[in-house]
């Protein structure tokens, strides 16, 4: 327990983390959750399927926190060794847990597949831990005190642990005392420098404030992010939206969008509150608009589809766009984009439509057009019809085929945020 | 130092991991960069700017490795800590590091960026420090010796870092002595589940094996990994190879990929050695075939473009689908994803088509096609020019959208490489 209240960490387990290039995502989910019912987050541990190691880790993270929530290494499989390792750092022995077991066998027979035997493991728990149900998958997870810590041990994949922490953990947590709820804000900003940004906002970003004040960079974006604490989330949340009145007139134009969700949810939530339907005609970007959107529910409402127009003979055949335009402008050029955002908007029948023409990279630039330059064109229908279009391009640094893509994604939200 | 050689950690610095949600990217990257080099990664932590966990945790992660590599914090802001933090743990005062300052200076004139005063700290570093060129952006990194361990610390982001790393890490941990090479394998498997596929192969899987063998689970796909460590990089890679003609028998039709490159990336490279270009009409992946295809350098060579068509108006108008079909079987079954994988083989003038067109959910399901229903069809374009469909279905386990669209994506890819 710190000043800012109950102290949580996380410990991501499996050697597939650590070798194998699996991205642990898990971790950042738990903080955000447990963050927001007002536990402090101070730590992060990924460590291997070697017992040692494991134990280690375990051990020193329930030694420094009050509540401590592994994920991982609860499967059937013999490189699944949780639920040992934990039993050794408690000096207990494993009991097999005959509820525990009554549920996987349930759920291998509503999902009629067959039952290896190897199941029989995920039954098992440490002497004194408290079986925690999942019911979204096989693995069972459990609840044991270790080193003073409240330390909770959920499966990896992440479905199932997202689960078993809303019907598990989170209750728990609430009734813990020494809460400091959070309030967090996200001011995103396109345009300036990083280095530039912080100068800018150097009074807010001191160690040790309240609300913190930090940048982040990603894809070319800059986020701003305030996180106060405070005993109640009432108070968090003004203390927040103080600090954020101020920040907002020094960021000027760069501020195209606010709120804690992700900028695609953005966009979806302001097209499907003005029930207007959009299209895309992408070419350097290559879908991204359209997956990044899909990937929401009820994106369907709002995204009428896209072309993903790569080659020449693409936008012309599917676009509408121009030979002689093509021709004479390039395929990198406002005007072909326009023509773009315009073919999309008529042939799907949207609202809005908005279209990206450009060079990411590596190969591909000329003197003229460098590798980073992009045109865009946003085609919006009027009430009476008509469809009016603008284009515009943005030289891009070039920082990476990736970078490029994914600046340019940013700028399509910007625009259709306007 | 190990039975496994040097041991090597990652610390990943910044509150924007803790606490606002950016996920570590960087750890997973430099662990497999380090590996291959013959180091054996132990460890991950992630910790935020608060000065007294960040030095604890970069201390720990000294006393228990050889080499560790710390990235972020090396920023011109005043929430970047990392170099008064290595520099209280070395009980030492900041020195400014003039050859630094000289670079620092550059890339502003190259960018002809304006350059603000705070940009000075960054040319700050502990006494004992080696100063690390960053030929990449402003933050230059620096390595230094701590508790026993080489110390490097470099910035956070993944482009910088990545640089950095190839340009001072990697050929410094190349010279070092106790370098335990690693090989890896990893068989791609769709069908089974993990308990399954685990007691099929459980002889590979017991602790302490050489190589290890273990299993994860990713958006439906399993991956069969094999990580062995030997004195050079042949004996590791034959160790693997032996293990993986063991197991290829094992998992028969479900086997459908092989190496360690993304399955995107083998798709790729299949289709452009084959000389074979492939277009994607999709309505419920909704432009992620499309995007993850084109996120690879040298898509353009193989990928003639796609069509998002989530709408019965997008699959008639861009893709010639019928109403007729339409009417008669929905949208959601094989004649529709058969005329859509003609409609863009035909469109594009591709060689290949893929489409796809299901129920990701949470919504749209029926009794008759419940969430998770997804069908697909695979167009080719004979050497007479005729176009051969084939289409299918898979019932998806409804395990949330995420889940039905990338394991549809998986299908897709396989598809490809039959």
Redesign the interface.
Same mark, same amino acid.
């Given at each position: 327990m710190t000043a800012q209240g109950l102290v949580a960490e996380v410990v991501s387990i499996?050697? @597939?983390? &650590?070798?194998?290039? &699996?991205?642990?995502?898990n %971790? %950042?989910y738990l903080? /955000?959750q447990l963050?927001r019912v007002g536990l402090t987050?101070?730590?992060?541990? #990924?460590?291997? /399927? @070697?017992?040692d190691?494991l134990q280690g880790?375990i051990e020193?993270a329930c030694r420094r926190a009050d509540l401590v929530v592994l994920t991982g290494g609860l !499967?059937?499989?013999? /490189?699944d060794?949780t639920r040992d390792v934990v039993a050794a750092a408690l000096g207990e022995d494993l009991r097999f847990d005959e509820d525990s077991w009554r549920e996987v066998l349930e759920w291998f027979a509503v999902?009629k597949?067959?039952m290896? /035997?190897?199941?029989r493991r995920q039954a098992e728990l440490p002497q004194s831990a408290v079986a925690l149900t999942n019911s979204?998958g096989?693995a069972p997870g459990f609840r044991v005190q270790l080193h003073g810590a409240e330390l909770f041990a959920l499966p990896g #994949?992440p479905?199932e642990m997202k689960v078993m922490l809303k019907e598990h953990v989170l209750p728990f947590a609430q009734q813990l005392g020494g809460l400091m709820p959070?309030a967090?804000a996200?001011l995103r900003v396109l345009g300036p420098?990083?280095? #530039?940004l912080?100068?800018r906002?150097?009074q807010f970003?001191? =160690?040790g404030q309240n609300p913190?004040?930090?940048?982040?960079?990603?894809g070319g974006m800059l986020?701003v992010?305030l996180?106060a604490f405070a005993p109640t989330e009432a108070q968090a949340a003004s203390l927040c939206e103080q600090a954020a009145a101020k920040i907002r007139p020094l960021l000027g134009e760069w501020l195209f969008a606010e709120g804690l969700a992700t900028v695609p949810q953005l966009v979806l939530e302001q097209l499907a509150a003005g029930q207007q339907t959009v299209a895309?005609a @992408?070419s350097c970007?290559?879908?991204?608009?359209?997956?990044?959107?899909?990937?929401l529910?009820g994106?369907?409402a709002v &995204?009428? !589809? !896209?072309? #993903? =127009?790569?080659?020449n003979?693409?936008k012309q055949? &599917?676009l509408g766009v121009g030979r002689d335009q093509l021709e004479a402008y390039g395929a990198v050029s406002e005007p072909v984009a326009a023509a773009m955002a315009e073919g999309a908007c008529r042939?799907?029948?949207a609202d809005l439509a908005v279209a990206t023409t450009g060079i990411a990279?590596?190969?591909g630039g000329s003197e003229d057009k460098p590798v980073g330059t992009v045109c865009f064109a946003l085609a919006k229908r009027g009430s009476s019809g008509l469809i009016d279009v603008k284009a515009w391009t943005v030289p891009i =640094?070039d920082?990476?085929?990736?970078?490029v893509?994914d600046r340019a994604v940013f700028e399509v939200w910007r625009s259709l945020l306007q």
């Open positions: 499996g050697d @597939e983390l &650590l070798h194998a290039g &699996l991205i642990d995502t %971790s %950042s903080a /955000d963050e987050v101070q730590r992060f541990t #990924v460590v291997g /399927d @070697e017992p190691q880790a020193s !499967g059937p499989t013999l /490189d060794r999902f597949r067959p290896p /035997d190897s199941n979204s096989t #994949v479905r959070k967090q996200c420098s990083e280095a #530039v912080g100068e906002l150097q970003m001191a =160690a913190l004040c930090g940048i982040t960079a990603s986020s992010r996180v895309f @992408e970007t290559g879908g991204l608009c359209s997956s990044r959107l899909t990937d529910p994106s369907s &995204l009428q !589809g !896209g072309v #993903v =127009a790569y080659s003979a693409a055949e &599917l042939r799907f029948g990279g590596p190969g =640094a920082l990476g085929r990736t970078f893509r």
